[in-house]
């Protein structure tokens, strides 16, 4: 028999020999106490730990990660190499797509704000620092942010205008079809903006903005329109491709101005009195 209170082990009795705690002849009731315990103690082993559940479960994302970053590479590769081979296939790259899209806007922002950091330090190296006493300038954060929301919207503001003018005039292909397609001619747009990216990074920024700047004109202009002409060509209906083509031009046109004329108030405004008041 076992003591229930000490632990103390005596053959027999009705109290326990070394505190007087009365012990339990039942043998059954000890057997069933003592299975228990060893039942809770397994049942607390089996369990996995949160730590343990968070771990599997974070190899679990960066197993995806992986995947999905070796399928980008192969259709990155592909499309650089042939990227109208997408007409026809657009229902199932549209994921692959909108991270070309993301990826190039993460690219230009990164350039962006790398810029104008290094032209801040430089107005700063020039004055021997007196300007600092009063103003810091912009934030890293902050440029980065305004400029990422600033070049997604213009990106977005091109797939919707190709998207209502070819579903008037072209075909009855869906938002995620016009995306797949945009974003797999804009490879050659990333390209571009990674050596843009470099040349900053070198401090070049006479010419890392120059490639910028192209980078910019082949994913806002050139690619738009080569492939809105392409669609309404191929699926015309209604009115001629040309004219289809013009109300195209005029339609982007005027949603851009107006914002720009939006964003000249708002966000990127704040930026630009910032450097006002640094002049």
Not at 98 to 121: A, E, Q
């Amino acid at each position: 028999m076992i003591c229930h209170q000490c632990g103390n082990e005596q053959e027999k009795g009705n109290f326990c020999g070394k505190c007087g705690a009365k012990l339990n002849n039942d043998p059954n009731l000890q057997e069933t106490a003592g299975g228990g315990g060893d039942q809770v103690s397994i049942n607390r082993n089996s369990q996995p730990s949160y730590g343990q559940a968070a771990s599997t479960q974070m190899n679990e994302h960066v197993e995806k990660v992986k995947k999905q970053s070796k399928v980008y590479g192969s259709y990155f590769v592909h499309f650089l190499k042939h990227p109208s081979s997408i007409f026809g296939k657009e229902k199932n790259e549209w994921v692959n797509g909108f991270i070309s899209i993301i990826l190039f806007v993460f690219i230009v922002t990164l350039t962006v704000s790398v810029f104008v950091r290094n032209l801040f330090k430089s107005a700063i190296h020039g004055t021997q620092g007196l300007i600092n006493e009063f103003y810091d300038g912009p934030s890293y954060v902050s440029v980065f942010f305004n400029v990422f929301i600033f070049v997604f919207l213009i990106a977005a503001l091109v797939l919707l205008c190709m998207f209502i003018v070819n579903k008037l005039f072209g075909s009855s292909a869906s938002f995620k079809e016009v995306t797949a397609i945009y974003g797999a001619h804009l490879t050659t747009a990333i390209i571009v903006s990674l050596i843009a990216l470099l040349l900053v990074l070198l401090k070049s920024h006479v010419y890392g903005n120059i490639v910028l700047s192209i980078s910019l004109l082949l994913a806002i202009v050139l690619i738009p329109y080569y492939l809105i002409s392409v669609l309404l060509t191929k699926y015309s209906k209604g009115i001629d491709p040309l004219y289809s083509f013009f109300i195209y031009v005029a339609i982007f046109s005027i949603v851009f101005a107006i914002f720009i004329g939006i964003l000249a108030d708002s966000t990127m405004g704040r930026i630009v009195d910032q450097w006002r008041y640094f002049w």
